[in-house]
Each structure stands twice: as structure tokens, then as C-alpha cells.
């Protein structure tokens, strides 16, 4: 198993219109418009092998695959009905 450090950065983030909020990035945002910084930190994480996460990741492409499929199918239908209207108004206007 591999340990990797990383730092991490809290800020208060408050902007127009807009409830404030806490907001943790591995990207420092000092000095930007809206962003209050408030505490850093060094965390570390213990990562697992890649090969034991293999169900997770394909669980997720299957999920991402099967929505995909639908908005596919969605969009396929629509243009079926379409191409469907636009044959029943010339098979009504043969008539």
C-alpha cells in the first residue's frame, strides 16, 4: 500500500447572491475575490492497488455507459417519432 501526503486549504467562500460557505481545495485561493482563507492542513491518505478497486471503477463505467445508452435511446426515439410525423403528413396530403 502507498502513502500519499497531500495539503489541503479551508477557506470561507462568500459571494453575491450567495449563502457563504466552507469550501476545502488542494488548490490555494489566497488572494482571490470572495475566498477568506481559514486553515491549511498536511493529510495524509493510505491508497489502495489500483487492481483492488477494479470493481468499483467498472461499476461506475457501467453506470456512466448506461446512461449514456438511454440518452442515446431517448434522442433516437425522438427523431423516429419525427421522421414518423413528417411521413404521416405526406401519406395525408397523397391521400
Known amino acids: 500500500m502507498t502513502t500519499k501526503t497531500e495539503r489541503v486549504y479551508m477557506f470561507l467562500v462568500t459571494r453575491p447572491n450567495s449563502e457563504p460557505h466552507f ?7 489566497r488572494g482571490e475575490p470572495d475566498w477568506t482563507f481559514v486553515e491549511s ?5 493510505d491508497l489502495p492497488e489500483i487492481a483492488d478497486l477494479t470493481d468499483d471503477i467498472v461499476a461506475g463505467l457501467e453506470a456512466t455507459r448506461d446512461k449514456m445508452r ?8 425522438e427523431v423516429d417519432e419525427r421522421i414518423a410525423s413528417y411521413l404521416a403528413l405526406e401519406n395525408h396530403s397523397e391521400a
Open 23 to 29: 469550501h476545502c481545495t488542494a488548490t490555494d485561493m
Open 41 to 45: 492542513k498536511s493529510i495524509s491518505f
Open 70 to 77: 438511454a440518452t442515446a435511446n431517448a434522442a433516437i426515439t
